[in-house]
T-cell receptor, first 111, second 116 residues
Framework: EDQVTQSPEALRLQEGESSSLNCSYTVSGLRGLFWYRQDPGKGPEFLFTLYSAGEEKEKERLKATLTKKESFLHITAPKPEDSATYLCAVQALHSGYALNFGKGTSLLVTP | DTGVSQNPRHKITKRGQNVTFRCDPISEHNRLYWYRQTLGQGPEFLTYFQNEAQLEKSRLLSDRFSAERPKGSFSTLEIQRTEQGDSAMYLC??????????????FGPGTRLLVL
């Protein structure tokens, strides 16, 4: 069965303090790995899709990387507006097109 | 591009009542998904449509749940005889899939349901 595990569950950073969020996954055939950002009371906002090991994508202070077992979301010099829950999801080759999400990492960046 | 819209944004109902939610996808998106999210959890897949055809339903989807996408545009999700365990955020997502292309699902703001 496909599994997605995100760590840590919660992370508190000072403004400017870089860190990484982890997404470990088990899937028999990866179609794609997705990162979303979710603010309280809102729907997830798409950030990145990664398709194969070694792939990297960047957007402003965020950089996502992918290996065969895990993905990292690196946050460089975060700002308070980066505070949100970051969700990782996998789409498996054998199970249609549904996204299988982890529980997310709740990030708080303090001034 | 106005994004995915969902109505209502909030719904409070009493146990045993029926509720219906609406999702309007991004214009010309041919796939539409429904997910459910409870506090502290990631979204959980319920069902999806390709145009008007419902192609997949989660095993978790109770018989009390039904979804339609009659003309391949907007979709409705109905829950009959609501239970307190149905309280959650119901999320809709849409995507445009062209044969052989990769897919990105864009989510709406969600409908928060509270069953008393």
């Amino acid at each position: 069965e496909d599994q997605v595990t995100q760590s840590p569950e919660a992370l508190r950073l000072q403004e400017g303090e870089s860190s990484s969020l982890n997404c470990s996954y088990t899937v028999s055939g990866l179609r794609g790995l997705f990162w979303y950002r979710q603010d309280p009371g809102k729907g997830p906002e798409f950030l990145f899709t990664l398709y194969s090991a070694g792939e990297e994508k960047e957007k402003e202070r965020l950089k996502a990387t992918l290996t065969k077992k895990e993905s990292f979301l690196h946050i460089t010099a975060p700002k308070p507006e980066d505070s949100a829950t970051y969700l990782c999801a996998v789409q498996a080759l054998h199970s249609g097109y549904a996204l299988n999400f982890g529980k997310g990492t709740s990030l708080l960046v303090t001034p | 591009d106005t994004g995915v819209s969902q109505n209502p944004r909030h719904k409070i109902t009493k146990r045993g009542q029926n509720v219906t939610f609406r999702c309007d996808p991004i214009s010309e998106h041919n796939r539409l998904y429904w997910y459910r999210q409870t506090l502290g959890q990631g979204p959980e897949f319920l069902t999806y449509f390709q145009n008007e055809a419902q192609l997949e339903k989660s095993r978790l989807l109770s018989d009390r749940f039904s979804a339609e996408r009659p003309k391949g545009s907007f979709s409705t999700l109905e829950i009959q005889r609501t239970e307190q365990g149905d309280s959650a955020m119901y999320l809709c997502a849409s995507s445009l899939v062209v044969s052989g292309s990769k897919e990105t699902q864009y989510f709406g703001p969600g409908t928060r349901l509270l069953v008393l």
